[in-house]
Structure formats: C-alpha cells, structure tokens
C-alpha cells in the first residue's frame, strides 16, 4: 500500500496548478523563448533542496570540449568511478541542477560521481549528447579508470542516453562498465507505451512534453535508431541493469518494454516499479518510503556489481 506520506507529497506536486488557481495544467510550450524559462527556473529549482553536505567535494573539470564536475566523498574508494547521465527530455538540465540528486547515489552506493554537462536541443539535436557521452566515458578511461570499475546511472532522458551510450560502446567493440542503473528511462521516442496515454493526467511531466522533444531531440534522424531509441537496439550483452519507474508515470512502459527485451536478450534486469509513484521517484532518497527503498535497492545494485 503507498504511503500516507508519499500520497501527500507527489500530490502536491502533481497538483502545483490548483495552488496557482489553474484548473488544468498549462500544455507544453515548445517555443525556444519557454525552453530557456524552463533552464532558469529548473537551475534555481535546485538551490532550494538545501545545502550540499559539508563532507561532499564538488570539484570542476572538463572531459575534453564540455563542462563536468566530480561529485566526492572523500571515504570512497579512488579507484571505482560513476558516469552519472543528467535527466531533462534532451532540452534542460546540468550537472548542477542534478547535483543533489547525485550526490544521494554516491552517499549510498559508496561510488565517486562524474557529471558531464552535454549539449542540449534544440541548439544541439541527436547525436550531440551521444557524442559528449562517448567524450565522458573516453575521459574516465585516460584518467587511469577501467571498465572494471566503472558503473553508469541515470534518470529520464538521461537514462535514455545512458543506454544508448553502452549500445554505441557495443558497437564500437568497447569495454563496457560493470552495471548500469537507470530511473524512468526514456527508451522510445516513437512514444508507443501506452502509458503515455493511461498516466497522462498522474504524471507531473508537462503535457505534451515528450511529443515535442521527440522531434526536438530526433532532429533529422529517424527516432526508431537505436542510438536515439535504445528499445529498438540489439540489447544482447550490455551489463546487469537496474531499472525503476513509477506506476503513474507516462514513461511506465519505456521502462517496461525495455526490461523485458533485455531479459529476453540474456541481460541480468533488475525492475523495480511502485504503485503511485511518479517519474524518477527513487531520486526523492528520504522523503517518503518508497523513495528511501528504492534508492538503496539501486545503489546495492551498482555496489554489488563494482565489487564484483
């Protein structure tokens, strides 16, 4: 049964326009002017979950053309290393604005964080987050870590990109990180999980939304490539995942439909996916039940593996 606390909580959130005396959420607004209103406000959005904690090192770096920063905690194994993927729909979001977030996982798991700040669409469709992944990863590995220990964790679209990131290292005949952990992810951008439609009114993500960045993202190129839409991948030989979702969420069935291809390709999946629970619930760490569960079902996954 979903907590009393959960239910109050994700309610308020999903209900943000009643307070604002809107009857009906506002569509989303695809125009470039919104986009960067939306960048703003979810950059100052993030400076409201309070501080980052005294014993976190939060240091710059580069990974050759883009922006990044380390995500520490000084009792973490140097030697073992997470490339964590920023969620955003492919058109917002950063290392900082997820630096809370990351900051759990690395708490949790035990594991010291690299977030890349990868360029984003409009201005930047497909394949340049995918390129900027590839750069991030290439980083890690002339920075003395190995694949061995290695892990990739990300949310939304970010979970997309991290997927289709150890698609593009398969092709390539590269060495692939140990595990992977994914939250929401966004596998299909053809959009066909029916829960797109069924969660459409529980699920806090702007309406329209995915529709818009679809073709945002995709560009020129067609969204069934694999590198776009993992789901329509080879998914024979990627790592053990984890992948999590939340019941009312429209992004239920990307999760879903990939969980379940990769089992049958011979993958370890791990799914995990709660009643009521909206889009990345898991990154709530201790704030309700459920969150506080999965994130640490999640971060055993990826300490288990790494120490394998």
């Known amino acids: 049964m979903q907590s009393l606390k959960s239910r109050i909580i994700l309610g308020l959130f999903v209900n943000q326009h009643l307070f604002k005396f809107q009857f009906k959420r506002k569509p989303f607004d695809p125009s470039f002017e919104a986009l960067v209103s939306m960048r703003e406000k979810t950059e100052k959005a993030a400076t409201r979950f309070g501080k980052i904690p005294q014993e976190i090192e939060i240091t710059p770096t580069n990974t050759g053309s883009r922006y990044a920063e380390w995500v520490k905690l000084a009792s973490n194994p140097k030697e073992k290393v997470m490339l964590y993927f920023h969620g955003g729909f492919y058109m917002i979001g950063s290392p900082q604005s997820h630096r809370q977030h990351v900051v759990k996982f690395v708490q949790e798991a035990g594991i010291n964080a690299l977030v890349f700040d990868y360029r984003l669409a409009p201005e930047h469709p497909f394949p340049a987050g995918l390129e900027d992944a590839l750069e991030a990863y290439e980083f890690l590995l002339s920075e003395g870590f190995t694949?061995?220990?290695?892990?990739?964790?990300?949310?939304?679209?970010?979970?997309?990109?991290?997927?289709?990131?150890?698609?593009?290292?398969?092709?390539?005949?590269?060495?692939?990180?140990?595990?992977?952990?994914?939250?929401?992810?966004?596998?299909?951008?053809?959009?066909?999980?029916?829960?797109?439609?069924?969660n459409k009114k529980k699920c806090f993500s702007p309406i329209g939304c995915a529709e818009s960045a679809s073709k945002i993202y995709a560009g020129t190129y067609n969204p069934k490539n694999p590198l776009i839409s993992p789901l329509y991948g080879d998914l024979k030989g990627l790592p053990p995942l984890h992948i999590s979702a939340g019941g009312n969420e429209t992004l239920l069935d990307d999760s879903v439909m990939f969980a379940e291809?990769?089992?049958?390709?011979?993958?370890?999946?791990?799914?995990?996916?709660?009643?009521?629970?909206?889009?990345?619930y898991p990154a709530f760490g201790n704030m309700f039940r459920e969150s506080r569960i999965a994130l640490a079902e999640i971060c055993q996954h990826l300490k288990k593996h790494i120490n394998e």
């Open 147 to 198: 694949s061995k220990n290695m892990v990739f964790a990300g949310d939304s679209a970010g979970g997309g990109l991290c997927l289709a990131t150890l698609l593009a290292l398969k092709e390539q005949g590269k060495e692939l990180p140990k595990a992977a952990a994914v939250l929401s992810p966004w596998t299909d951008l053809l959009l066909t999980g029916k829960s797109h439609q069924f």
């Open 261 to 280: 291809k990769a089992r049958a390709a011979g993958v370890l999946v791990t799914f995990r996916s709660d009643a009521g629970m909206c889009h990345c």
